[in-house]
């Protein structure tokens, strides 16, 4: 035991020194292979919707389907989004006034060229050298005028394939569908979703251990992981999070760590048992 002593800064050290005796005991009464419960949940669950209102078109997934990160999942209805896209894709596509103004923008300077030499030798007046130079500077700016209105065309292009895209429900994870929550011919509101995704690699293993184990818990550091009957086994699992706010009511300590589950053969929404490993020592 440390005494106390009343005496100034002799005070604050003893009672450092039975803060460090206290942990060091709390550290000894956590058994180095105790298993904990702990419980396997999906890495992440997502409700799928489209930003925008509609009537689906059609559903491409089911409960229980697997699906890939940018696979379209469901449609809502796009007849006029697509046709506005053929549209923009015309009027994006179509150079021709920017030809015919560059083709008299050349004749002009040409032109004006011309009598600038002509004028030189007085052959033409100056009214005429001075028209054909102004004719050359309109040519120029209703060219800069056609530019600007083709990438203008161009940007209602890129506009109108955005709002067609917001028409497709894509899924943004690998995962397994959990939930088909609309059809076809059903009428996608503000709130509704379509479908639900989740991510079940890796899987997230959540658990509250106690206090006494936070000495041992680092993020990086190892577990073994040991589903419940009847899928059983033991693997390894990474740890993510550690709170850095304790549960003082039960005093325990929660952990979060990464299982590695490559083709989905683990199931999630299941109970397990956790057991930290010790770092392995260099040499």
């Known amino acids: 035991m440390v005494q106390a002593v009343r005496y100034g ?27 904990y419960p702990c419980l396997m949940e999906p890495w992440q669950v997502l409700k799928l919707a489209a930003p925008v209102q509609g009537l689906v078109a059609s559903v491409d997934v089911d409960r229980g389907d697997r ?26 596509s179509d150079d021709s006034q920017i030809q015919q103004v560059r083709a008299k923008l050349a004749f002009l300077r040409r032109k004006a060229e011309r ?4 004028r030189a030798s007085a052959t033409v007046s100056l009214a005429q050298f001075e028209e054909a130079e102004s004719d050359a500077r309109v040519a120029e700016a209703q060219l800069h005028e056609a530019e600007l209105a083709n990438a203008t065309a161009k940007l209602e292009l890129k506009r109108a394939r955005g709002l067609l895209r917001q028409r497709d429900i894509v899924s943004p994870i690998d995962g397994i569908v959990t939930e088909r929550t609309l059809g ?9 979703t379509v479908v639900t995704v ?13 206090i ?45 760590l990464s299982l590695p589950n490559p083709g989905g053969t683990l199931p999630a929404g299941l109970h397990c048992r956790l057991r930290l490993l010790e770092p392995k020592l260099p040499g």
Not at 9 to 31: F, I, K, Q, S, W
Not at 68 to 90: C, F, S, T, W
Not at 226 to 248: C, H, L, N, Q, S
């Open 9 to 35: 800064g002799r005070l604050a050290l003893a009672g450092a020194a039975l803060m460090l005796a206290t942990a060091a005991t709390a550290a000894d009464t956590a058994p180095a292979d105790e298993a």
């Open 67 to 92: 699906v890939k990160r940018g696979q379209i999942v469901a449609r809502l209805e796009a007849e006029v989004e697509a046709a506005n896209v053929d549209l923009a894709q015309v009027h994006a």
């Open 115 to 118: 009598n600038e030499k002509l």
């Open 184 to 192: 076809p011919g059903e009428f996608r509101h503000e709130q509704a």
């Open 198 to 210: 989740a991510q079940i690699d890796p899987l997230r293993v959540e658990a509250f251990l106690p």
């Open 212 to 256: 006494a184990a936070w000495p041992r818990l680092a993020v990086g550091g190892q577990a073994e992981v040991m589903p419940e009957a009847p899928i059983g086994g033991t693997y390894k699992a990474t740890i993510t999070v550690v709170d850095r706010v304790f549960d003082a009511a039960s005093g325990t300590v929660g952990v979060r």
